[in-house]
């Protein structure tokens, strides 16, 4: 599910995972492990990915 959610949107699969736990309204921030700067920058452009409703039930069944 992720991978494909990710293919539709082309963004990376860690995009989607990051912008999924960010979705929830008890999460304020994600910590991320970054070796590089341009990781950084992936990171925090990920806020701009939107994730359908029906996006959302896809991760969430995976992970219930």
Avoid at 7 to 17: E, F, G, P, R, T
Avoid at 28 to 53: E, M, R, Y
Wanted: charged content about 10%.
């Amino acid at each position: 599910a992720l991978k494909a959610i990710a293919a539709a949107k082309d963004v990376a699969v860690a995009h989607v995972a990051l912008q999924w736990l960010l979705s929830h309204p008890a999460v304020t921030s994600v910590i991320c492990g970054a070796k590089q700067s341009t990781q950084v920058t992936q990171n925090i452009a990920c806020d701009a990915l939107v994730l359908s409703a029906e996006d959302l039930a896809s991760i969430n069944a995976l992970v219930a």
